[in-house]
């Protein structure tokens, strides 16, 4: 990455945690509280870099029978991206249910190949492709491995 890329990403990094923090992850989290909910979304529970405490955000997932795949795409400069590489042991709820796991970053993953798999379908998987491009400044692949299932 070059440098100008490089501070081109950190912009748009800092514009879309604000987005983020103060209209969409409350959002998510009223429809949520409120009872819809999607089978994309989830609540990923990390715990704390600097405070210890568990921190709580929605994203978007793909589960399996032995874990989930998340992207961050912001990588490893996103708040619960940091909170994974001090505390990789998380929680994951969808729907009413909790997993366990352990969290991992696949760096030679595939970002819109795996942001594509998301949906099903012609137009939502192009639909997934666009919306993780538009929004993505570092993207990375996040592998949680259920160890309750």
């Known amino acids: 990455m070059t440098e100008r890329s490089t501070r081109a ?11 983020g923090r103060y209209l ?24 704390g870099a600097k405070t210890g405490q568990p921190r709580r955000v929605p994203v978007t997932v793909s589960i399996d029978e032995h874990g989930a795949w998340l992207i961050s795409q912001h990588g490893r400069r996103s708040g619960w991206a ?13 729907g009413k249910r909790w997993y366990t796991g352990t969290a991992a970053f696949v760096p030679d993953d595939d970002v819109i190949a795996r942001a594509r798999s998301f949906a099903k ?25 259920f160890t309750d299932a």
């Not at 990403?9 to 987005?19: G, N, Q, W």
Request: hydrophobic share 45%; proline share 5%; glycine share 4%.
């Open 121 to 145: 379908g012609r137009v939502p998987e192009s639909a997934a492709e666009w919306t993780m491009k538009a929004l993505e400044s570092d993207p990375i692949s996040v592998r949680i491995t």
């Open 82 to 94: 940091r909170n994974i590489v001090a505390d990789p042991n998380v929680r994951l709820r969808q």
């Open 24 to 47: 969409a992850n409350p959002a998510v989290g009223l429809l949520d509280r409120i009872g819809i909910r999607s089978a994309l979304l989830a609540e990923l529970e990390t715990t």
């Open 9 to 19: 990403a950190v912009r748009k990094f800092r514009r879309e945690r604000l987005i």
